[in-house]
């Protein structure tokens, strides 16, 4: 009797022994397909980063020639078309997550020297280029060779071209000197200029400028800088960088209801 009542708990204690052994087993098999989908999504992302190197390489190629070769008359047509192609790269958010914005400046080598008289081209050449792909220096170079070809009075709001090289100069090269001499010229072109917002940069731009002639570390005129990127910024992380700096600066920015910006500037430095 005593043998048959330790019969039922003999196989109750090897079950036990073997499922120690066993369950380690069948958990790693169960995690074999979970690694495999791992392994898959990194090989896709590997294949995805080239991808994304494979466009940046092709589409330097295309730019550098493009730099050399001879438009046979339409210049416009060459620069409106890179410019799309320069929109169509820099609005991949996907693949500049991956690349960075590295050939921003590559595309207005192609684009300023066929077209120096449209101003929005510069606004995207400054906002790309300096605060994008950290290139401020060849952002003001651009520029200035595309204002070697401009006159006050063309085209009509060709001030803001330079009030774009002042901001480079001043928030991201930090030569207040040079960017003193931008928004002075900026002034002195709105003056001669009839667009309708001549007067106001007429007027803000000499007050830049005078400030950063009575002292080159102006709080107040890096405020009007920042205020420029503010009003101009493509995306929300640049905003808030530019309402940050304005903030740190000692100025406090004002959104409405109409979503108007207004700036109060810090007291005079």
Known sequence: MPLSLSNPHRPLHQTKRLLVWVAPVVLLLGLLPLQKQHLAALQDRTAVNQSFEQQD??????????????????DNVVADWFFL????????????????????????????????????????????????????????????????????????????IWRYRGVDELLYLGDAEAAQKSYRIAADWARQSSHPDAPYIAENSQRTADFLAR????????????????????????????????????????????????????PDD
């Open 85 to 160: 192609r320069f929109l169509q790269y820099f609005g991949d958010d996907v693949a500049r997550a991956e690349t960075g914005y590295s050939l921003s400046p590559e595309f207005f080598r192609v684009i300023i020297p066929n077209d120096p008289y449209y101003r929005m081209f510069y606004l995207f050449l400054s906002g790309s280029t300096s605060n994008f792909a950290a290139k401020p220096e060849q952002s003001v170079a651009l520029i200035a060779q595309g204002l070697e070809r401009l006159s006050p009075t063309l085209p009509e709001d060709g001030f803001y």
């Open 215 to 266: 002292n080159p570390l102006s709080k107040q005129a890096q405020v009007n800088a920042w205020a420029s990127v503010l009003g101009s910024a493509f995306d929300d992380a640049t905003r808030q960088r530019a309402i940050d700096r304005i903030e740190e600066l000692g100025g406090s920015v004002l959104i409405n209801e109409a979503g108007e910006i207004s700036i109060q500037f810090p």
């Open 57 to 74: 390489q092709a589409t330097a190629a295309t730019l550098a020639l493009a730099q050399k070769m001879p438009t046979f008359g339409f």
